[in-house]
């Protein structure tokens, strides 16, 4: 058990290395975007590049019913966690390190934001209702779509927040052993300097570490998951969505700590659309295409009692539900109110709520 943890951990540092690495790549790109606009498409697609890996590789290795739970639950617990974990820590760090009381929130941002996550949550409710089939997908892949079309068109204004002189064109390099240690591809492959060829390539080899790390971790997870005897819908939740999350959480942090309050928060709902949209839209197209509609009331060994007496014991319909319901909550509070240490406890102790709410069901 300590070596698979131990693998895990392993995967989780790998992710978080080369996320940032991939971001600096993807920064230099697409340098003359404008903030308000990058952290929820730019960052949140470097950032939840994991979850699409992980989802795809649940879903076609152990096939429609095992396959999909499991990348599903990965998603779900992923979106959970980015939208409560994410913000929270980013206020923290700034308020103990820079002694910041409160998080100023772009209600905009929120709005804007928040409605499209809600409506992507609420889609994928009926698709369970429904059927998750090929016609889904093409609504859930468009749904994104729409979603950047509305953030080009009501936020291009603030490009000029962006200018591409606060650009990194060089990494410097603390020494082979460090560079490696923290896969600093740049210093490794280009002597440091960031341009538009060694960014290309740089994207292409993060990509790879990135697919290899994703199979370290859902065979980690698989394997845990027989050792402890609970099904790998629930391990897949508590590991792997959090472990996948992590790039997303060191590249908010990193937004909040340069003053780029914009890109932090919204990176978080950007994320999650990216998440629920592609990260599971776009393997599920894949997958339904050649396969057909996929059946999601099939039996989950729950580890709760709720599910005896309600939803027939429907622990994926039950995890909609609740993360509907926790979006939504959360959402209310970041937009009635600035993110301050009262209210960043509020949404973790809710952020525990909505973990035991799936675990007694």
């Known amino acids: 058990m300590i070596y698979l943890i131990v693998k895990v951990l392993f995967a989780t540092y790998l992710l978080w290395k080369i996320s940032s690495t991939f971001d600096l790549a993807a920064n230099f790109l697409t340098r003359n975007i404008g903030e308000g606009i990058k952290g929820p498409t730019i960052n949140a697609i470097a950032s939840s590049l994991p979850e699409l890996f992980i989802s795809t590789m649940f879903l076609f290795y152990y096939g429609d019913i095992k396959g999909f739970s499991a990348s599903y639950a990965t998603i779900i617990g992923s979106s959970a966690f980015n939208i409560a974990v994410i913000p929270v820590v980013s206020f923290l760090v700034v308020y103990f390190k820079n002694n ?8 905009v941002i929120v709005k804007q934001d928040g409605i499209f996550l809600i ?9 369970f209702l429904y059927g998750i089939n090929t016609c889904f997908t093409y609504i859930l892949i468009g749904y994104y779509i729409v979603y950047v079309y509305s953030l080009y068109i009501s936020r291009k204004s603030n490009k000029s927040d962006f200018e591409s002189n606060n650009i990194v064109e060089t990494e410097y390099s603390n020494g082979i052993f460090s560079d490696i240690l923290n896969l600093k591809l740049f210093s490794l492959f280009n002597s440091g300097k960031i341009t538009t060829n060694s960014s290309l390539l740089i994207i292409l080899l993060s990509i790879v570490v990135i697919g290899l790390s994703c199979d ?35 590249l908010s942090v990193k937004d909040a700590t340069n003053g780029k309050f914009k890109d932090s928060f919204s990176n978080a709902y950007g994320s ?19 396969n057909g509609t996929i059946n999601t009331d099939f039996p989950i060994t729950r580890i709760g009692f709720l599910g005896d007496s309600f939803l027939n014991g429907n622990v994926l319909l039950w995890s909609i539900i609740l993360l509907l319901v926790f979006t939504i909550t959360t959402t209310l509070i970041y937009y009635y109110n600035t993110l301050k240490f009262q209210n960043a406890i509020i949404i973790i102790a809710l952020y525990l709520l909505f973990m035991f709410g799936l675990i007694i069901f």
């Open 100 to 107: 910041t009381k409160k998080f100023e929130v772009d209600k």
């Open 119 to 127: 409506g992507a949550i609420i889609l994928f409710l009926l698709g």
């Open 216 to 250: 370290i971790l859902i065979t980690s997870t698989e394997h845990i998951s027989k050792f402890i005897g609970i099904n790998l819908f629930f391990v897949s939740f508590f590991i792997a969505s959090i472990a996948s999350s992590i790039p997303d959480t060191f």
């Open 272 to 290: 999650n659309m990216f998440d629920i949209c592609i990260g599971l839209g776009l393997p599920l197209f894949v997958y339904t295409t050649i």
